[in-house]
């Protein structure tokens, strides 16, 4: 009982992990239920959308997630320049994770010319391909914003300080679900535009989140404390750093959405029922899966907090606690897939055409146990990974990533599919076979220890050295 009153209330404990970590899991859940609520009313809608979102929206995410990883890598700093107490660096990391976003934005733009070519190429169905490149060039104009609004949040991820990450990414959710259901269907007077409807939502909610972070770290309170304004301007050696660190972590996170994006297509050619429910199984997932996503986040922010004040043995309690939180919470999950999958996927076919939607449902009741055995080792890799991020250990990372990505998911997945004929299941056996292997990669690497000798910030000058000291900070 003692032990467990210690793990609640003491430094890198339950407490300080959930008061960080909730925040940042309900923020993640308004994306899983806007995903969810999004790709529900395309399955409404139309089999084909709801056949088309997924492959588009990965093909997309594919490309933002390299320039989103780099960027969003600045709440590290953040968080490392804060436990160190030199809040003068802040804002000046923030800037330079802004300008990632503005190439990634022009990337993203120059790639919708392509799209014709990258779906042809995918050889799904006309009616698809023509969704996913309707689909795929709207969302690729609001990429900029979307990566920009990542990372600006870090300025509050970063201090620990979530609570308005998640009021703007209700908020946002909340633009993005009511303009869903006017531009989809037609409603209020707005013409129906299905997919491209979804799109523009998907668009205008980013830029929306954006331009309310900017506002909020623009008050004059913050910019006195943090810089987060007089220092805009580009700095060479901190830019150059934030690559340095940040473009593995983004090239990790475009790994794992193209190693997905790569297996999505690949099953789509085993006809719309199995891609749709790949899709569904999917999507189901997620609306567990993201608030791991919150909860990895805040274990990459303590461990850099705890790392910048080199207190690295707090740093490992944090990340055990928030492993043993995550953990309890994904086993109950996997169970309700198993013991109740209906529920999860009777939404899809509510207002769907039973008779066309028949061979989809059952489907996808298979895979949620698929779902149900990985996503219990996606909590290793999530928690595990989040961790050594946090002190700076992304080569690693993005190494790891790499060589289990082509060699367990992908070429498999080929050779099963396209060479051999193999169908849906022995798919899912490979993708399942990949996330385990990753998470207990993650775990073995964490527990080597090697992490906790890392940063990503430069040494401070004496001078900021002694001024952290005059009015350092509790990192609690």
């Known amino acids: 009982m003692y032990y467990l009153k210690q793990r609640w209330n003491g430094e890198g404990g339950y407490r300080e992990v959930l008061a960080i970590a ?13 995903h969810f609520v999004d790709r529900m009313f395309l399955s409404w809608y139309a089999p084909e959308t709801i056949a088309a979102a997924m492959p588009a929206g990965m093909v997309y995410f594919s490309i933002v997630s390299i320039f989103m990883g780099t960027a969003g890598y600045a709440s590290t700093f953040v968080a490392q320049y804060y436990g160190a107490g030199r809040y003068d660096r802040i804002g000046a990391v923030l800037w330079q994770g802004v300008y990632v976003s503005f190439l990634g934005g022009f990337v993203l733009i120059c790639a919708i010319p392509f799209a014709e070519t990258i779906f042809q190429w995918v050889g799904h169905e006309k009616t698809v391909q023509y969704n996913e490149v309707a689909y795929f060039r709207i969302i690729c104009l609001g990429g900029g914003p979307y990566i920009a609004s990542y990372a600006l949040s870090g300025f509050y991820s ?7 990450v998640m009021w703007v990414n209700i908020f946002a959710t909340a633009v993005n679900l009511i303009l869903d259901y006017v531009l989809i269907f037609g409603h209020w007077g707005f013409p129906e535009m299905g997919i491209k409807g979804a799109g523009i939502a998907t668009v205008i909610a980013g830029i929306f989140s954006f331009f309310v ?13 943090y810089h987060t304004i007089n220092r805009w301007r580009p700095e060479k050696e901190l830019f150059v750093r934030l690559l340095r660190f940040g473009l593995p972590s983004g090239v990790q996170f475009l790994l794992e959405m193209a190693s997905f994006t790569i297996f999505i297509l690949l099953v789509g050619r085993l006809g719309t029922a199995s891609l749709a429910a790949s899709n569904i199984a999917f999507n189901i997932n997620t609306l567990a899966f993201m608030p791991m996503i919150g909860c990895g986040i805040a274990i990459s922010m303590l461990v850099g907090q705890y790392l910048g004040a080199n207190k690295p043995d707090l740093a490992q309690t944090s990340v055990y606690s928030g492993f043993h939180l995550t953990f309890a919470y994904m086993t109950s999950i996997a169970a309700a897939y198993v013991l109740l999958p209906e529920i999860f996927v009777a939404p899809f076919a509510l207002q769907a055409d039973p008779q066309g939607f028949a061979e989809i449902y059952s489907y996808s009741v298979i895979l949620l146990r698929f ?9 290793m890799n999530i928690i595990f990974t989040s961790a050594i991020k946090g002190a700076g250990d992304t080569r690693f990372v993005m190494l790891m990533t790499v060589l289990l990505s082509l060699f367990i998911l992908i070429i498999p997945t080929y050779l099963a599919i396209v060479v051999f004929k193999h169908g849906l299941m022995v798919s899912w056996v490979l993708a399942t076979i990949y996330v385990i292997v990753l998470g207990l990669s993650f775990y073995l690497r964490f527990i080597g220890g090697k992490w906790k000798s890392m940063r990503v ?6 001078a900021a050295r002694a001024g952290s000291i005059k009015w350092g900070r509790n990192v609690k």
Do not use: C, M
């Open 213 to 225: 972070f900017l506002v909020l770290i623009s008050s004059a309170a913050h910019n006195r404390i």
């Open 22 to 34: 909730v925040p940042l899991i309900l923020s993640t859940a308004s994306w899983s239920v806007q």
């Open 158 to 164: 970063g201090r620990g300080k979530t609570w308005p």
């Open 457 to 462: 910030i430069e040494q401070a000058p004496p």
């Open 371 to 379: 779902v149900a055995v990985y996503s219990i080792f996606d909590t």
